[in-house]
């Protein structure tokens, strides 16, 4: 089992910055930590995944150059550092664990994760 835990939501103005955190624990081995997000009423679109090992990233076109995923293994710690925030990333912001392994995937769907938190809310105000 994995535990995971979100924190770091809150309100912010258009334009500002956010950083959430993502805790992991647990003894199961997980190989990628990914943020997802929903708003009201939608889906749970991908956001961005990060592998443990080797450190590779990937985005969705929506966030690419004004969000970063970063993570500290040593802390099993992912962070989602959002820029230039714009009103339509208002949502909660669920992180997740895969612990299946694969050399080409991006982990970018939820079925690539077995382990979520309870999410953090997020609002980008106008």
């Known amino acids: 089992q994995v535990q995971v835990v979100e924190s770091g939501g809150g309100l912010v103005q258009a334009g500002g910055s956010r950083r959430l955190s993502c805790a992991a624990s647990?003894?199961?081995?997980?190989?990628?930590m990914g943020w997802f997000r929903q708003a009201p009423g939608k889906e749970r679109p991908f956001v961005a995944s990060?592998?443990?090992?080797?450190?590779?990233?990937y985005y969705a076109d929506s966030v690419k150059g004004r969000f970063t995923i970063s993570s500290d293994s040593a802390k099993k710690m992912v962070y989602l550092q959002m820029n230039s925030l714009k009103p339509e990333d208002t949502a909660v912001y669920y992180c997740?664990?895969?612990?299946?392994?694969?050399?080409?995937?991006?982990?970018?769907?939820?079925?690539?994760?077995?382990?979520w938190g309870q999410g953090t809310q997020v609002t980008v105000s106008s």
């Open positions: 997740a664990a895969g612990s299946r392994y694969s050399m080409t995937s991006s982990y970018s769907t939820g079925n690539d994760y077995d382990y």
């Open positions: 990060i592998r443990w090992n080797g450190g590779s990233t």
């Open positions: 647990g003894r199961t081995f997980t190989y990628a």
